[in-house]
């Protein structure tokens, strides 16, 4: 079997590992080369159990305190709203006031044309003021502005706890029929709960993928660009993820995957090749034999929703930990590395030289994955979280935000007949294409989000895979089993 820029025995060996007749055979270069490598890791990491319970620890008192801070949503706006409020003089207030009464009035007479900029020059002396604030929310919903209703009425309702709205109640079941208010903290910078003297790593056994320690944070998830191509389904929210959670440092890999198929006999045939530039059903095909040449260190490819969740189960049976495919928006938050704002990690485009696609690397050519390492890793120290292969993710697909988990965990509801797929692949352009062509390099941004039939296997599926950080119950002294 060739090899493209590889190694020859590497390549050899992989008939021996994936046929699961290893243990007959001996170990291959790859399984004593990753046994190696374990002892040499557990070595560099003592004491690990007691830095993950401090990491543990001290994560939930900063998490807790950044909540006692926050609060719920409407004492947060509240406060945004209030910040600055004091310096403001008494005239200023009053004007505002009168603004707000004349506003009030053109309202009452049926004349939002008119109500309307008035509440927003009341607004823009005094933010404060809840009076503004409901009648213009309920002028736009008038008009048919759902979103921009449900921000200033929402904003209303917040204040309503400092004073007393002398124009009309908050109408309550009008908030029911509106949207969710945007977030005031959309913007604000992600927020990276990080402890010292953490472990930044995590390693079960030498043929498990090493896993990277992403800490707790809070980010927006969802895109920022006004009238994006996916603005519908990428609604920016802002999501906690109350504890640190372990991603595999790279995409998982053949020779991972062999131990599993090696272990458990798993079987996972059938896969949409890559033959001749295009992409062509093979009943016979796995991930074995995608129809591109591969090595044990290179992303296993060919892998559908229920073989990744087979093997994290898998995982967390021979470990002890508790494995399993990450959700989106545990995903996207590792995908950021920190950033908030930007299209990708590293900026706006795709440029060159930060992920495997197709014209992301000059003089690279089209048709397979390349190892962890290839390319520089993001601000976690994870490596390919764009292009290579497509990530399986565990929630249920929703068109729409609306309604998503606030604090990280996979979303159990709306079409279950879909499962979430992130990252694109190395068949993703990075210049823009023909209108229509599914290569289009917006699939590979941190907030592109799509729905797939959970047992479909392409030669660009893969997988990666998400652990709690807590020390297995029971689990010492495994070493390299």
């Known amino acids: 079997m060739a090899r493209i820029g590889g190694i020859g025995w590497?390549?050899?060996?992989?008939?021996?590992?994936?046929?699961?007749?290893?243990?007959?055979?001996?170990?291959?270069?790859?399984?004593?080369?990753?046994?190696?490598?374990?002892?040499r890791w557990q070595a560099a990491h003592p004491g690990l159990p007691a830095r993950v319970a401090a990491l543990e620890v001290r994560s939930a008192a900063l998490v807790a305190a950044r909540k006692a801070e926050v609060g719920d949503q409407y004492r947060y706006i509240r406060k945004r709203l209030l910040a600055?409020?004091?310096?403001?003089?008494?005239?200023?207030?009053?004007?505002?006031?009168?603004?707000?009464?004349?506003?009030?009035?053109?309202?009452?007479?049926?004349d939002c044309a008119g109500?309307?900029?008035?509440?927003?020059?009341?607004?823009?002396?005094?933010?404060?003021?809840?009076?503004?604030?409901?009648?213009?929310?309920q002028c736009l919903a008038k008009a048919g502005d759902r979103d921009g209703a449900a921000t200033y009425i929402t904003n209303a309702a917040a204040l309503n706890a400092e004073q007393t709205v002398s124009a009309n109640q908050i109408p309550m079941m009008t908030l029911q029929q509106l949207p969710p208010p945007a977030d005031p903290r959309l913007t604000d910078p992600a927020i990276i709960y990080?402890?010292?003297?953490?472990?930044?790593?995590?390693?079960?056994?030498?043929?498990?993928?090493?896993?990277?320690?992403?800490?707790?944070?809070?980010?927006?998830?969802?895109?920022l660009?006004?009238?994006?191509?996916?603005?519908?389904?990428?609604?920016?929210?802002?999501?906690?993820?109350?504890?640190?959670?372990?991603?595999?440092?790279?995409d998982v890999t053949r020779g991972e995957f062999?131990?599993?198929?090696?272990?458990?006999?798993?079987?996972?045939?059938?896969?949409?090749?890559?033959?001749?530039?295009?992409?062509?059903?093979?009943?016979?095909?796995?991930?074995r034999r995608p129809g591109i040449d591969q090595a044990d260190d290179e992303p296993v490819v060919c892998i559908n929703y229920f073989d990744a969740q087979a093997y994290a189960d898998w995982l967390s049976k021979r470990t002890g930990r508790a494995y399993r495919v990450p959700t989106e928006?545990?995903?996207?938050?590792?995908?950021?590395?920190?950033?908030?704002?930007?299209d990708y990690y590293w900026g706006e485009t795709v440029g060159l030289g930060h992920a495997n696609c197709d014209g992301c690397t000059p003089g690279k050519p089209i048709g397979k994955p390349t190892r962890a390492g290839t390319f520089p890793p993001n601000q976690f120290g994870l490596y390919d979280t764009v292009g290579d292969v497509w990530k399986w993710l565990d929630d249920c697909w929703n068109d729409t935000y609306y309604g998503a988990p606030a604090d990280g965990s996979a979303w159990k509801s709306g079409n279950c007949l879909l499962r979430g797929r992130r990252g694109g692949s190395w068949f993703n352009l990075s210049a823009p294409p023909t209108p229509g062509d599914p290569r289009a390099p917006y699939r590979l941004r941190s907030a592109a989000r799509f729905g797939s039939l959970p047992n479909i296997r392409y030669a660009s599926y893969g997988m990666r895979v998400a652990a709690d950080v807590a020390e297995p119950v029971g689990r010492r002294g495994a070493g390299g089993r």
């Open 84 to 110: 600055g409020a004091d310096s403001l003089t008494a005239a200023r207030r009053a004007e505002a006031a009168r603004l707000t009464n004349d506003g009030l009035a053109l309202a009452k007479a049926g």
């Open 329 to 342: 928006a545990e995903w996207e938050y590792a995908v950021r590395g920190g950033t908030t704002t930007t």
């Open 225 to 250: 660009s006004a009238g994006g191509v996916n603005a519908r389904s990428e609604t920016p929210h802002r999501v906690l993820i109350e504890k640190p959670v372990a991603i595999s440092r790279g």
């Open 258 to 287: 062999a131990a599993f198929v090696a272990a458990t006999g798993y079987t996972a045939k059938g896969c949409y090749t890559f033959q001749s530039g295009a992409f062509a059903w093979d009943p016979q095909a796995d991930w």
């Open 115 to 137: 109500a309307g900029p008035t509440f927003r020059q009341a607004l823009a002396i005094d933010r404060t003021n809840a009076d503004a604030n409901l009648g213009l929310g």
């Open 194 to 223: 990080r402890v010292a003297g953490a472990p930044t790593e995590l390693w079960d056994f030498a043929q498990g993928p090493v896993m990277t320690v992403i800490p707790a944070g809070e980010f927006t998830m969802g895109s």
């Open 10 to 39: 590497v390549a050899a060996a992989l008939a021996v590992a994936v046929a699961g007749t290893a243990q007959a055979a001996g170990p291959s270069p790859w399984q004593a080369e990753r046994a190696r490598q374990f002892a």
